[in-house]
């Protein structure tokens, strides 16, 4: 294996130092990462504006390598899950999500996912290890690549990103803010903070460091308004109670900008678990001092799932009831299902 610092893993501010560290001026670091992230040019020698001193310098300590794709899936509605290798017999996956007026990509932060919540697939495979930056920023470039290869949605590039993929992003918070710092850096890939999203199950000291370190918009998977219910499903609500997170994530919001001082609720309808009457008043409880966009999301089914989703008439009750009491409520609607690309169904399993 390669001794060489893969420059995917730096962030503008690692680039610098190393550019310093070899006798060169730290403005380099933004013209190499404008021909990484704006021109998909990952070699040093059709870098025209750096000198062949530069570039054997560079050569010689390090190297651009991003993870390998193994294999895409189409879904009938234009959604393509992408399955990327990161190691032997280790499997992580993408998913690209057009639509009419945005295209959305669905990254992966780790391989498996130990939190275990008992509706989500992530959760069955074993937890292998936390991904490196240059697999995260990798599926991006990744993605480019195939969206100019296949010239995919009229070469729309990518618009929103957001962490839904495999697993819990807050645990890996390092690399994941060396990620996110790429994709809103002008130089790397230019979003803006209000289209990143990350969605976490509520890992409170992570969310406490969040602000401190990066701005995007969080998204909470709550899936429960008390503890009993939310403690028989997500066993993270055993370390951390629904109180204190909605309190830090109040929290969050006071500094946090991208999220324009609306926290987005992520809410599973599951059959006979958390779509009672009781459920959508405790809900309403909970979030009433806060204001809150929740997304209402049907059960997505995979092999193995213990439970069913809520049927249509409990949806659109809890649709109605929380609309009634002044929230904003979306019904997500769930896209790539025929190649289980949908939330909750990746696996980075492939045979299936
Ligand atoms: N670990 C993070 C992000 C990855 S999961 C989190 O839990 O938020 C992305 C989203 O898919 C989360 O809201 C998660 O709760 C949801 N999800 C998991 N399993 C699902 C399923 N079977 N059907 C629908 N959504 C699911
Ligand atoms: Fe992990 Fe999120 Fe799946 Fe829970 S829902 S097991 S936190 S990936």
């Known amino acids: 294996m390669s001794k060489k610092i893969n420059l995917l893993n730096l962030n503008r501010e690692g680039l610098c130092k190393l550019f310093l560290s070899i006798g060169e001026y730290s403005f380099r670091s933004n013209q190499l990462m404008s021909w990484i992230y704006q021109k998909d040019c990952l070699d040093f020698r059709k870098m025209t504006n750096f000198s062949s001193n530069l570039i054997n310098k560079l050569e010689k300590i390090s190297c651009i390598i991003l993870p390998k794709l193994f294999r895409i899936f189409h879904s009938c509605d234009g959604t393509i899950k992408i399955l990327i290798e990161v190691g032997y017999n280790q499997y992580i996956e993408t998913v690209y999500i057009p639509y009419k007026n945005r295209t959305t990509l669905c990254l992966s932060s780790q391989i498996g996912c130990i939190l275990d919540c008992k509706f989500c697939c992530t959760g069955k495979q074993p937890f292998v290890r936390n991904l490196f930056v240059f697999e995260i920023i990798g599926q991006i470039l990744l993605v480019k690549k ?30 994941l803010v060396v990620s996110i710092k790429i994709i809103l850096d002008k130089f790397g890939l230019g979003l803006s903070k209000r289209k990143v999203v990350i969605s976490t199950s509520g890992i ?126 979306t019904i997500r609607k769930s896209r790539g299902a025929d190649i289980y690309a949908s ?10």
């Open 204 to 329: 409170i000291p992570a969310i406490h460091e969040l602000f401190k370190n990066i701005d995007v918009v969080l998204a909470i998977s709550l899936h429960a308004s008390s503890d009993v219910v939310r403690d028989s499903i997500m066993p993270i609500n055993k370390r951390y109670k629904i109180k204190d997170l909605i309190n830090t994530v109040a929290k969050y919001m006071v500094y946090s900008r991208a999220n324009c001082g609306v926290i987005s609720i992520e809410y599973i309808m599951i059959d006979g678990i958390n779509d009672t009457k009781i459920d959508v008043f405790n809900l309403i409880n909970l979030l009433k001092n806060i204001p809150s966009k929740i997304n209402l999301i049907p059960l997505n089914n995979f092999s193995g799932l213990n439970y069913s989703c809520s049927n249509n008439k409990k949806i659109k009750y809890f649709f109605d009831i929380l609309t009634q009491y002044g929230f904003i409520v």
């Open 146 to 175: 195939m969206i100019n290869h296949l010239k995919l949605n009229n070469n729309k590039s990518i618009t929103n990103i957001v962490f839904m993929g495999m697993g819990e992003p807050l645990l890996n918070f390092k690399n």
């Open 343 to 352: 939330c909750g169904q990746l696996s980075g399993v492939f045979f299936k």
